[in-house]
């Protein structure tokens, strides 16, 4: 069973700091992605990567950046938190074109 | 880029009758269409997909259609339960990289 796991669930910061969103997969995919979820506008692709190092801008990636030092963990970084990025976080990962499989979520409230 | 509308955004049905929730693309090569379901607090979950070189697929009470002319696909539940109360969300591949354009979601509740 693909497990797809992000170590925060529900995160409270305030305005400017830095805040960071884990996520690991452990099913050797190669894909790895971070999605935006809010309430009528569906899921929105923050970035997404294809291999270890490398990344690629999704549809909404200002304000956000992100790090894939191992191929397991896929980091979504927000260098000084605003409010506009209140939402839930979506990490998710596949292998080749098939499947996507998403984590739990990470609730952030930006203060 | 690649497009994704999805209507309605809510539906309510009475237990027992049918659903079908529609959804357009831009991208014509588009080639892979997954349905997933979101129940309130958890993670989406896919519940069906079908590829652009298949018309229909069914599951037990669930089926998708495509129409590539067109551009769009629709899921159809039939004989609706209560836990079939949830978000839907259609999606769109439009590479072979893996990333997947979505709509804005169809929340379905499924009234007793």
């Known amino acids: 069973d693909v497990k797809v796991t992000q170590s925060s669930r529900y995160l409270v910061k305030r305005t400017g700091e830095k805040v960071f969103l884990e996520c690991v997969q452990d099913?050797?995919?190669?894909?790895m992605f971070w999605y935006r979820q809010d309430p009528g506008l569906g899921l929105r692709l923050i970035y997404f990567?294809?291999?270890?190092?490398?990344?690629e801008k999704g549809d909404i990636p200002e304000g956000y950046s992100v790090s894939r030092e191992k191929k397991e963990r896929f980091s979504l970084i927000l260098e000084s938190a605003s409010t506009n990025q209140t939402s839930m976080y979506l990490c998710?990962?596949?292998?080749?074109?098939?499947?996507?499989?998403f984590g739990e979520g990470s609730w952030l409230t930006v203060v | 880029g690649e497009n994704v509308e999805q209507h309605p955004s809510t539906l309510s049905v009475q237990e027992g009758d049918s659903a079908v929730i529609k959804c357009t693309y831009s991208?014509?090569?588009?080639?892979?269409f997954p349905w997933y379901k979101q129940e309130l607090g958890k993670r989406p979950q896919l519940i069906i997909d079908?590829?652009?070189?298949?018309g229909e697929k069914k599951d037990q009470r669930i089926a998708v259609t495509l129409n590539k002319t067109a551009k769009h696909f629709s899921l159809h539940i039939t004989e609706t339960q209560p836990e079939d109360s949830a978000v839907y969300f259609c999606?769109?591949?439009?590479?072979?990289?893996?990333?997947?354009?979505f709509g804005a979601g169809t929340q379905v509740v499924v009234t007793p």
């Open positions: 998710a990962s596949s292998t080749g074109g098939n499947t996507i499989y």
């Open positions: 099913m050797d995919h190669e894909n």
């Open positions: 990567s294809y291999d270890v190092k490398m990344k």
């Open positions: 991208d014509s090569a588009s080639n892979y």
């Open positions: 079908i590829r652009s070189n298949v």
């Open positions: 999606a769109s591949r439009p590479d072979s990289w893996g990333k997947l354009q």
